[in-house]
């Protein structure tokens, strides 16, 4: 008996720790490890000082949350670039479930979503169907994709 839930490639999670609720993230099962947009991270001798999003994201509150436990890790992007990166363990919510899960800290300021979900979170819980989605996750996604194009546009005039 299979007992995976069907997710689509974009869905709605929520951050309980971070008081993240429904923050849209992109699904990819070709992540090995899921990762989470900060603006800020620093080494201190108490831990990883980490701040989550960034400005312009309704998710951005500025304040930092210190992590005693982390570890650094070598993520190869899409492209093959190989890109050092500390990591975390945060609870997520995705579909009803609650997984503790590591998710790599990255600028994600440049991506239609601000968090991307890997296969660390998807093995043996989920199956994704790409054609699933919902009318609010096209819209966020179009929203995000013009915001960026703005931005672009704006960088090549100058």
Not at 8 to 13: D, F, T, V
Not at 65 to 75: A, M
Request: with cysteine; aromatic share 6%.
């Amino acid at each position: 008996m299979n007992d995976k839930q069907i997710i689509g490639k974009a869905e709605e999670i929520s951050l309980p720790e971070l008081q993240a609720e429904t923050v849209c993230a992109r699904v990819d099962t070709g992540a090995k490890t899921s990762a989470i947009w900060v603006s800020k991270v620093k080494e201190t001798s108490e831990g990883l000082e980490v701040t989550f999003f960034g400005p312009g994201s309704p998710f951005y509150t500025g304040k930092s949350v210190l992590f005693g436990t982390y570890s650094e890790t070598v993520v190869a992007s899409s492209n093959g670039a190989m890109e050092r990166r500390y990591k975390v363990r945060l609870l997520i919510e995705i579909s009803g479930r609650r997984i503790r899960a590591g998710f790599t800290l990255a600028d994600r300021s440049a991506q239609v979503y601000p968090i991307l979900v890997g296969r660390n979170v998807l093995r043996g819980k989920f199956l994704v169907d790409v054609s699933l989605g919902s009318e609010a996750m096209r819209d966020h996604e179009k929203q995000r994709s013009n915001i960026l194009k703005g931005g672009l546009k704006k960088e090549i005039e100058k």
